[in-house]
């Protein structure tokens, strides 16, 4: 993997997507890709294969060079504070890296939806000081990444059945995350069932945006601002 993404890096070229799953089935034990919800969870592990595998291998500086900025640029450090509602108990916090930011709760916009993810949620789980239910988190931000991939679970469950969330958001071109402006690069979405449809992508390039639906490529009207993302990228000014 050190090598196909070193080759890429040098030589700037397009890369089919069948062709990189099939290499990546071949070199690495990756989830298969058989429901919408695998797809964040395949990119997970191919960036914690980059980050934990790549620098093993006997690969030339420069090109373990090139898999940690690939990996480092999308890596924000968080800390998880937990404390209880009722007796005030504060737990601490507890420090971990994260490549992806996960929204279980879709609001009217993506901007507003991450901004609630930052803030105190309910959690499962009893008090040690007093033994009463009354949890809260929140995620405090001690380093941003350069890059955010941001992803809005729509996988739910209701009346005992795995479902889609089929709310529509407002696509924020600018968000600010902690004093930090992030541009929207591009955004995933995915039409059909739960385990069964078709993912398509809106991209930037050059300020102007384009649907890009496997071979076709087509210019994208930005003014229809409501839609349905599954995973958001947006990029540090």
């Not at 993404?5 to 062709?19: A, E, F, M, Q, Y």
């Not at 999308?74 to 998880?80: C, I, R």
């Not at 789980?125 to 941001?150: E, F, P, Y």
């Amino acid at each position: 993997l050190g090598d196909f993404l070193h080759s890429l890096n040098v030589t700037g070229g397009i890369i089919n997507p069948g062709s990189l799953l099939n290499h990546l089935y071949a070199r690495f034990k990756l989830p298969s890709l058989r429901a919408q919800q695998d797809s964040h969870e395949f990119l997970i592990e191919l960036l914690d294969q980059l980050k934990f595998d790549g620098p093993k291998q006997s690969l030339t500086s420069d090109k373990k060079h090139v898999i940690l900025q690939s990996t480092r640029m999308y890596e924000s450090l968080m800390a998880q504070s937990v404390r209880c509602v009722k007796c005030g108990y504060n737990s601490g916090m507890t420090i971990s890296i994260h490549s992806i930011f996960h929204l279980h709760s879709i609001e009217s916009s993506v901007k507003t939806s991450i901004k609630k993810f930052l803030d105190w949620e309910p959690i499962d789980g009893l008090c040690t000081m007093c033994h009463q239910q009354g949890l809260v988190r929140r995620w405090n931000i001690l380093k941003l990444a350069k890059t955010l991939i941001v992803h809005m679970n729509r996988v739910v469950m209701c009346e005992g059945r795995v479902t889609r969330d089929r709310t529509k958001v407002k696509m924020s071109k600018t968000v600010i995350v902690n004093g930090k402006r992030y541009q929207l690069d591009a955004w995933i979405e995915h039409g059909g069932a739960i385990n069964s449809g078709h993912y398509y992508t809106v991209k930037s390039h050059n300020g102007l945006w384009y649907e890009l639906s496997d071979t076709s490529c087509k210019p994208f009207d930005f003014t229809s601002v409501m839609h349905e993302p599954y995973l958001c990228l947006f990029v540090q000014e």
